[in-house]
């Protein structure tokens, strides 16, 4: 059964405490043997007193000295053992939850834009958060509380036939029903409960959709729609989770009945057997004690097996997202290639994304060390795509690319992003200080090296006005900056980190023209000696690039340089004359 398997799964996670782990089982056998032994020195005491008006009262004493002498140290025994269980159990949830949070976090973050395209980040985050709380939760309750109760059921229990096979069988008759009971409702709500997970991560990924996109939903006066939208989902949870809760509610009470019942046929069944000769007052106390003793965990075990139906579809999901395997996975014998000379090949590359058409065809050039090489060419035409290609966030569906001679397959994706720089589109910074999103691509760098990279691309000034100047905390996506800001910031990482390959992705589209001509003064700096690709679509940042691709539909339809693609007359020199009279 399913539930069986995802639960052996999430104690298989704890193998790296593995000797933690076994302790605290061998720590539970020991209570369960201590609860088992506290009810039969009680029957031995009952006895003892039962029997004791024909004996000496020394004898008596004595006896009762020695059983209550043993009682005592089995209860100091089992309340020390409780409170190490306890401690050490915490202990361990604890830091393999945080580990199983950073393991998720560190794969998430590795999986390619093929995965991340599909699914939505407060999704992710959802996964990831009620997963890892989940986990922690079956861990600490397994080996508080249920690893014992398991113990007593499959080892302790049986033991009882040999006090007396009669009332034994009564007891565990009692864990028969309850498991038949259990095993039926898991049966009966199991499909519905995880019809209810996905309403959940449906409600965390429309939030998270709504919050992220807060302007449109204000301009837009998306208030009412987006909150009808919550609000309809939240009604098919519930549709969905009441009759689960229903079934629940029915196991409780029979539960609860099941026990009664048992305690009281123990006391009919014992009262017949004593009266009988064929079993003693303290047998039938004992199995009073037993009788009890069970319920409890049995009534425990019950709301753990509820708690696990309930959460197992969210455990799942956060398994699901762990074994997912990345679309660009590296090979085990990928080699890291130092610093790269930036000799890029494009052979016969073709390109197509998993739920579309076709994007590029057969596109082939070259770009020795320290040439710039521009993609122009309408949206769409596979500018972008050719370039997220080089920093291996695809990989092609026919062809290959190359750095230095070395198929990009071959290469630790480490090594090679560690050799490319990027400028992007939307300049994408981190909700922490500025020092902290330039060190992104260079953690160790010097204040003077951040600075100097700063003045190149035309931002220390506005940095220096910042309140807290280089700790001036930039806000969500740098929402405290204006956009020329911004990308003066991406263009000063970019130079921190000196990479010998440099993706200019419009790199300058959110500067004003002054700014923009220090920043491209800046730039050409930055590109000599490197091979630097530039996406553009204001052609006059174009003017200087050794080599001009010009991209449609997927292909390279012309190459040169700019003088000698406008006197071409081709499709480059359209563009050109669309832009210098504005007409499209």
């Not at 604890?94 to 699914?119: E, I, K, T």
């Not at 099941?258 to 004593?274: K, P």
């Not at 990928?334 to 494009?346: E, L």
Request: aromatic share 8%; glycine share 8%.
């Amino acid at each position: 059964m399913e539930f069986f398997r995802v639960y052996g799964r999430v104690l298989a996670l704890l193998k790296p405490d593995a000797k933690v782990a076994f302790a605290l089982a061998a720590a539970a056998v020991a209570l369960s043997g201590l609860q088992f032994l506290e009810p039969v020195l009680f029957g031995r005491v009952v006895d003892l007193l039962a029997r004791s008006s024909g004996m000496e009262p020394e004898s008596v004493w004595a006896q009762a000295f020695v059983l209550l002498g043993l009682w005592g140290a089995v209860g100091l025994t089992g309340i020390g053992a409780n409170v190490a269980v306890a401690l050490l159990a915490d202990r361990m949830a604890h830091r393999n939850r945080l580990a199983m949070m950073s393991r998720y976090f560190q794969h998430v973050l590795a999986l390619p834009l093929a995965f991340h395209g599909d699914v939505q980040s407060g999704r992710l985050m959802k996964v990831m958060l009620v997963g890892c709380d989940n986990l922690f939760g079956v861990w600490l309750s397994f080996f508080r509380e249920h690893l014992s109760t398991l113990v007593a059921a499959l080892v302790l229990l049986p033991l009882t036939m040999f006090l007396n096979w009669r009332l034994g069988l009564l007891l565990i008759g009692l864990v028969v029903v309850f498991t038949v009971l259990t095993t039926i409702v898991i049966r009966k709500t199991q499909t519905a409960q995880m019809k209810v997970e996905q309403f959940h991560s449906q409600l965390a990924g429309t939030a998270q959709d709504a919050l992220s996109n807060v302007v449109v939903v204000q301009s837009f006066t998306r208030l009412n729609s987006e909150a009808k939208m919550f609000g309809s989902i939240m009604r098919q949870v519930l549709d969905h989770q009441f009759p689960v809760l229903n079934w629940w509610a029915v196991v409780n009470v029979l539960t609860r009945a099941a026990s009664t019942v048992t305690v009281i046929l123990i006391f009919l069944l014992g009262t017949v057997l004593h009266l009988r000769g064929m079993a003693s007052v303290g047998e039938i106390v004992s199995f009073m004690g037993f009788a009890t003793l069970l319920i409890g965990r049995l009534e425990n075990a019950v709301a753990f097996v509820s708690y696990m139906l309930f959460q197992m579809p969210a455990v799942r999901e956060f398994f699901e997202v762990l074994d997912t395997v990345s679309s660009v996975p590296e090979r085990p014998d990928a080699k890291d290639i130092g610093r790269a000379q930036g000799h890029v090949r494009f052979e016969e590359v073709g390109f197509s994304y998993p739920r579309s058409g076709r994007v590029l065809h057969g596109v082939s050039f070259e770009a020795t060390p320290g040439r710039t090489i521009a993609l122009v060419g309408a949206t769409g035409a596979g500018k972008t795509t050719s370039m997220q290609l080089l920093q291996r966030l695809w990989d092609p569906t026919e062809g290959r690319i190359t750095l230095d001679g070395h198929d990009l397959r071959d290469i630790t994706l480490e090594s090679l992003r560690r050799n490319i720089g990027v400028v992007f589109q939307e300049s994408m910074l981190f909700n922490r200080t500025i020092r902290e999103n330039l060190l992104v691509g260079r953690p160790d760098a010097t204040q003077e090296e951040i600075e100097r990279a700063c003045r190149m691309a035309e931002a220390h000034d506005f940095i220096t006005r910042q309140p807290q100047g280089y700790d001036t905390m930039v806000g969500e996506r740098g929402a405290s900056l204006s956009g020329g800001q911004r990308q003066r910031l991406a263009i000063a990482r970019a130079l921190l980190k000196d990479p010998p390959v440099l993706i200019l992705d419009e790199a300058t589209s959110a500067l004003d023209a002054a700014t923009e001509a220090r920043v491209q003064k800046a730039l050409r700096a930055l590109m000599a000696g490197r091979t630097t690709f530039i996406i553009a679509h204001r052609l006059s940042t174009v003017r200087d690039a050794d080599e001009i691709l010009v991209f449609d539909q997927g292909r390279i339809v012309e190459r040169g340089d700019f003088q000698t693609l406008v006197n071409a007359g081709g499709r480059f020199a359209e563009l050109v004359r669309t832009q210098l009279t504005g007409v499209a």
